[in-house]
DNA sequence: TCAATACTCTGTCCAAGACAAAGAGCAAGC
DNA sequence: GCTTGCTCTTTGTCTTGGACAGAGTATTGA
């Protein structure tokens, strides 16, 4: 039995936080933190508690703060920062159902979340399940997760379930290729939350809609070739908050320009409420009660490219 | 209408082909390839046509290739090689499935492929669909994306196709929560291909285990907190090929020192393929057919520890 | 009140060098 | 003939410190 972890190397901090080398680096001679230990061959052997704090200030950094501000506060105070943001909305949560859901969540088990969601999507219904159960849910679990309430694998478990009683219910309806509007749901490179691709999908699929998910990741120019070997209707995007919101906006103007105008395009997730103009020809989903709005506003206003 | 992609930065080309930054400047200087133009900042720009080799490279070199013997080959030669590595593998698959399925994928048909995909489920049962139809089916669908048959997003759809029909199948057993072994499923940071816990767990479940799952990307550390909550008697890890090997022995050898040798860990995956050595403490699955066996093994070997 | 401009902050890229670990080749011994 | 141990070669990762472009912020002007 050795010392087990008497530091990280750069790689592996990389690794842990997802902070490139470079930055790292160029944080250490900038801010003067994280400031490394070196081992006998002068590399940087970075402590565990600095991979936390590290961890800490990239998840701040991922709700839009800036790192020159906050790499000098100590871990104590960074958590109270995560407090602050999320404090308004802890109100919001069905107290009851929230606080079986993160007991069951830190009692670690499975089965019984697994069954818990199972009926509450029997009971309300798929649409109702995502609007009323799974949005303010992701919330306090976002919530608690920030505070550290919440470990990472908990969160992970979480995330999980709620595929699976999603998958499952988006499969008990009947899948016609007929469906309209058709629609292509998927995520930019670099964007790998794909929860609320499902979300979308559980919505639209009661609806009548026709949905294909391609997952996450799809390079633009993919999108593009897909949206059209797909003859879809609307092209949906999913953005979480960490995205960088210029990527965003660039990559959605280029795609734009890149699909004929009948392809409607959605672009929703935590991301879009940071936006602040429109932008010419993109319907922006702020929240997942607009997709319904925005699928029936389509139904309205316009007619299946493909039909008839 | 302008040229959409005139060239990949370094970090483009990182993402695309999962070769770092450092290691394309080195080769550059060693090998004098890639040897990409420069913009008017005198950044590396690389060419479409270099990428593509790029990738083909890595590819052959997860297979056990070395770097200096291959990078002065042409795309054409590296495919040569690739085909002759897998020539023998080509016969496996069931050639009127796999050419019938990469016309629907070409074709672009979701539901159709969908529904072939639950009919097979049907047919086969789902141990035999994943071992007979799956993994032959991955090994086509990965060649014919390397030589460029295949879109990006054809690719896509493919993943998320089989998904669908895995964990619909999945979610047809009973989830009792007194199965054993309890299996946790997940994958180290940075490890973001899913779809081999999907196929474990598609395997061991008709088996009467009890499978949870973290999804992707788990930090090492939670996943030990994790394996200690669920009291799991078994730990799979899944590591695709382009995983580093390095990283992967050297996080598994750290989880082995921190979880108590009661906990069985299994690493699998393409990456295990490339692992010589036996790593003390650690079952490698080298193929999916291991999995059942490792799991009968441990039935004959182990008795739960948490039972009882 | 809103928009354009200037300034600061921040992340990524560059070059060339160093070194350690893995692989390959070769020799000695069973 | 086959294995074991050594050495040489190959290869990937780490190092420093400099440069610069794009994002975010603040200030100014309409």
Redesign the interface.
């Known amino acids: 039995?050795?010392a087990?972890?008497p530091g990280f190397n750069i790689?592996?901090v990389e690794?842990?936080t997802?902070l490139s080398k470079d930055l790292l680096r160029m944080w250490e001679r900038r801010y003067g933190f994280p400031s490394p230990a070196r081992d006998r061959a002068g590399e940087r052997q970075y402590a565990p508690d600095d991979v936390s704090k590290l961890r800490a200030i990239k998840r701040l950094m991922d709700i839009g703060m800036r790192p020159g501000k906050i790499v000098h506060q100590t871990l104590g105070e960074l958590n109270a920062l995560a407090d602050a943001r999320s404090v308004v909305r802890r109100d919001d949560l069905a107290p009851p159902l929230g606080r079986n859901l993160l007991d069951l969540l830190k009692n670690?088990d499975?089965?019984?979340l697994?069954q818990l969601l199972a009926q509450l999507v029997m009971r309300q219904g798929l649409q109702q399940f995502v609007l009323e159960t799974v949005t303010p849910l992701n919330r306090t679990v976002g919530d608690a997760w920030m505070r550290g309430e919440l470990?990472?694998?908990?969160e992970?478990?979480y995330?999980?379930q709620v595929?699976?009683a999603l998958?499952?219910a988006i499969?008990a309806f009947p899948?016609?290729?007929t469906g309209v509007p058709r629609v292509l749901l998927?995520t930019f490179?670099?964007e790998?939350h794909g929860l609320g691709l499902l979300l979308v999908e559980a919505l639209l699929v009661p609806e009548g809609a026709?949905c294909?998910?391609?997952?996450t990741?799809?390079?633009i120019?993919?999108?593009r070739?897909?949206a059209i070997?797909?003859r879809a209707d609307i092209l949906a995007l999913s953005f979480s908050g960490a995205f960088p919101l210029r990527s965003a906006v660039d990559g959605v103007d280029l795609l734009r320009?890149?699909l004929p105008p009948q392809v409607t395009i959605w672009a929703g997730g935590e991301m879009t409420r940071r936006v602040r103009r429109t932008i010419p020809g993109i319907v922006l989903i702020p929240d997942l009660a607009s997709a319904i709005q925005a699928l029936r506003s389509w139904r309205a206003h316009r007619v299946p490219v493909h039909a008839g």
């Open positions: 039995m050795q087990p972890a790689g592996a690794r842990e997802g670690h499975a089965a019984a697994q470990q990472v694998f908990e992970h478990l995330t999980e595929q699976v998958r499952t499969n899948r016609t290729a998927t490179p670099n790998q026709h294909v998910s391609l997952g990741q799809t390079p120019d993919d999108i070739r897909a070997a797909h320009g890149l």
